[in-house]
């Protein structure tokens, strides 16, 4: 991936927390791009720092040393290129969801005439249209993480940063969202950055897989999935050699000697 | 179901209704059956006669307004004054810190006992009544919001900012939202302590409002009017709380609404 046409980029990104003798690192020397309308996964083990590369990305806080571009431009603070959407789906109880996806949209300063349409027709992809006027409470964990994807489509974002978004629904209800996720990105033509713990899910999304390793967390692999179908993970999950991927990534993560 | 539900809350409206009949007897007959005399328990029917006797000679009406408006002004004004510190100190992790030992301090004061305090101050007005009020309705208000600017998800915070939220934004669209369930059971304590607060500066010292028909009744010896200020007392407190359930069911009208039936 040539920098020239990255969307996303880490330039030796190291993030350090805690003071003086205290400090953990977190990240350390992560360089990686993402090119435009590109899906790239970042799997690794629990506590190595996936999400502080997402939250640098997002301007949340800035890195110890080294810097993140969201296209070619340094992230200092939080910028309206990337949105995210976590493994909660963070919806606002007090908002109906209509409301919720228009959030963004509000807080850019777009007119409420302008909102109206964007969030209609997003709520439709997200077939949620019935739903509009209800409150989160009311509905299925599925339905409110699609509520959130619309939300996270709804500023137009160039990068969406992913942060195990369907890990706390059931398999079914994650395979149809993996699905939903993967024609809207491909629809949209948008860039993501996506992290997981699901192996298979990694594959199934992405045009590539980066591997972490424990803390402090480096890149350790890179590995090009060369599967058809990037737009639809539910042919992609059928394809033989999507075994031999998983078994490549279980070999790297050393699933079986994990800490638990 | 909804059918049901309503057979089941008719039902239980019912059964109150005949649990206060009966207990109108029993307050009615079985104090006599016990020879104990009037000036300890008045009977039911004597109670309404003196009630009917003070609305018509001692401008009971006057004393329960006069009572019903300083406990509004107070609430409103302690609720108000809890909400602001509540939500600066909430912003202001520091000024918490800083002022944390004295809030505590004063919250374990026993707010009724600056009555006489605050009545030297102002003298017999109606003063030094809101005040106690105010005092007793800050407390809870402030703490609530306090600990619901402090438990707002930093996660809900962080996706507003990514969304370049100013610090404005977060809170008028993420924490003052999320802090309404805790203010409003801030509110509920709020609208009864209220109550206690003005009949305090009442009994203290003054000349209107039902604390000092409470004090002129026992002067009296007047077993009858102490009830009949006591049941008054306990009505304006239903209203103020009542109220405030309705606004919150109003407000939070989001919310399952299971979570709103506890009360």
């Known amino acids: 991936m040539s920098a020239a046409t990255a969307r ?16 953990v690192t977190a990240v350390e020397a992560v360089s990686l791009a993402v090119g435009d309308g590109e899906v790239v996964s970042l799997i690794g083990p629990s506590g190595c720092g996936k999400s502080t590369l997402l939250n640098i990305a997002a301007g949340l806080y800035p890195p110890s040393e080294g810097e993140a571009y969201v296209d070619r431009v340094r992230v200092t603070g939080p910028n309206r290129q990337v949105a995210f959407m976590l493994q909660k789906d963070l919806l606002l109880p007090w908002r109906s969801i209509r409301e919720n ?6 807080i850019h300063g777009v007119a409420a005439a302008e909102r109206r349409p964007r969030a209609a027709a997003l709520l439709a992809r997200m077939h949620l249209a019935d739903c509009a006027d209800r409150y989160p409470h ?9 509520a959130a994807l619309a939300r996270t489509l709804a500023v137009d974002p160039s990068v969406l940063l992913l942060d195990e978004p369907f890990s706390a629904l059931d398999a079914q209800t994650k395979m149809v969202l993996q699905q939903d996720l993967a024609q809207t990105l491909r629809d949209t033509r948008k860039t993501a950055f996506f992290i997981t713990h699901d192996l298979v899910e990694a594959v199934t999304l992405s045009d590539r897989v980066l591997v972490m390793s424990r803390r402090p967390g480096r890149i350790i692999e890179e590995i090009p999935i060369a599967l058809p179908d990037r737009d639809r993970p539910l042919e992609r999950r059928r394809q033989p050699a999507l075994g031999d991927y998983v078994a490549r990534l279980m070999a790297l993560l050393d699933v079986v000697h994990a800490e638990v | 179901m909804a059918a049901r539900r309503e057979d089941r809350i008719t039902g239980s409206a019912g059964g109150s209704l ?9 307050w009615e007959w079985v104090p006599a059956l016990f020879e104990v005399p009037a000036f300890i328990i008045p ?5 309404w006669d003196e009630f009917v006797r003070m609305l018509a000679k001692d401008r009971l009406i006057h004393h329960t307004l006069v009572t019903t408006a300083t406990v509004l002004v107070g609430f409103a004004l302690g609720a108000l004054l809890g909400m602001v510190v509540g939500y600066l100190l909430g912003m202001s992790p520091r000024a918490e810190f800083v002022l944390s030992p004295y809030i505590l301090a004063l919250q374990i004061a026993p707010k009724v006992a600056f009555a006489p305090l605050f009545i030297m101050w102002f003298g017999y007005t109606v003063y ?5 009020a105010v005092l007793i309705v800050f ?32 809170f008028w669209r993420i924490e003052f939202p999320a802090s309404m ?17 003005v009949v305090v500066g009442e009994l203290v010292g003054g000349n209107t409002g039902l604390g000092y028909l409470l004090v002129f009744g026992e002067g009296q010896a007047n077993t009858a009017m102490v009830f009949v200020t006591i049941i008054l007392l306990t009505v304006i407190g239903i209203i103020a709380y009542v109220a405030v359930i309705a606004l919150e069911r109003w407000v939070l009208h989001y919310m399952p609404s299971r979570s709103l039936e506890t009360v």
Do not use: C, H, W, Y
Not at chain 1, 101 to 106: D, I, K, M, N, Q
Not at chain 2, 43 to 47: D, I, L, R, T
Not at chain 2, 181 to 197: C, D, Y
């Open chain 2, 18 to 26: 005949a649990l206060l009949v009966v207990f109108l007897a029993v």
């Open chain 1, 138 to 146: 009311q509905l299925s964990g599925g339905m409110r993480q699609r």
């Open chain 1, 101 to 106: 996806v228009e959030f963004g949209l509000e």
């Open chain 2, 139 to 170: 407390f809870p208000v402030m703490v609530n919001v306090l600990g619901a600017l402090r438990s707002v998800d930093p996660d809900l915070v962080n996706l507003a900012r990514a969304f370049t939220a100013t610090r404005a934004q977060v």
């Open chain 2, 128 to 132: 030094p009544k809101i005040l106690v």
């Open chain 2, 181 to 197: 369930p805790p203010l409003f059971s801030g509110l509920r304590i709020g609208a009864t302590l209220a109550v206690i607060g």
């Open chain 1, 8 to 23: 996303l980029e880490f330039r030796a990104v190291t993030r350090r927390f805690g003071r003086a003798e205290a400090t």
């Open chain 2, 43 to 47: 009977p039911a029917s004597a109670v």
